[in-house]
């Protein structure tokens, strides 16, 4: 079983760097592979960033590719996404997620096995 507290959003304007982390219980954290997904209002969720459990492999979606950095610390039990050059088409709520991985380097997209409850980001114009 994994909890998993996100905090760091907040209000920022356009151009602005924001860093969102994830706060992770449980010994077995190290062993997920971590990802970050999000949802603005009235869209579906969608994926935004995701690393293995050793953080040697990261995976972006086209839209923050660039912009935003995923990493994580295992003796925090932590991850992060640091955002730069916001734009407001970065304003939605911000879910961790994590999933237990069939291989060291695997990252994943979907299918995720535990979410934080998210955290709210809002790029003004």
């Known amino acids: 079983q994994v909890q998993l507290v996100e905090s760091g959003g907040g209000l920022v304007q356009a151009g602005g760097s924001l860093r969102l982390s994830c706060a992770a219980s449980?010994?077995?954290?190290?062993?997920?592979?971590m990802g970050w997904f999000r949802q603005a209002p009235g869209k579906e969720r969608e994926f935004v960033a995701a690393?293995?459990?050793?953080?040697?492999?990261?995976y972006y979606a086209d839209s923050v590719k660039g912009r935003f950095t995923i990493s994580r610390d295992n003796a925090k039990n932590t991850v992060y996404l640091q955002m730069n050059s916001l734009k407001p088409e970065d304003t939605a709520v911000y879910y961790c997620?994590?999933?237990?991985?069939?291989?060291?380097?695997?990252?994943?997209?979907?299918?995720?096995?535990?979410w934080g409850k998210g955290t709210l980001v809002t790029v003004s114009s």
């Open positions: 997620a994590a999933r237990w991985p069939i291989s060291g380097s695997a990252v994943y997209t979907d299918g995720m096995d535990y």
């Open positions: 690393i293995s459990w050793s953080g040697g492999n990261t």
């Open positions: 449980g010994r077995t954290f190290s062993s997920y592979a």
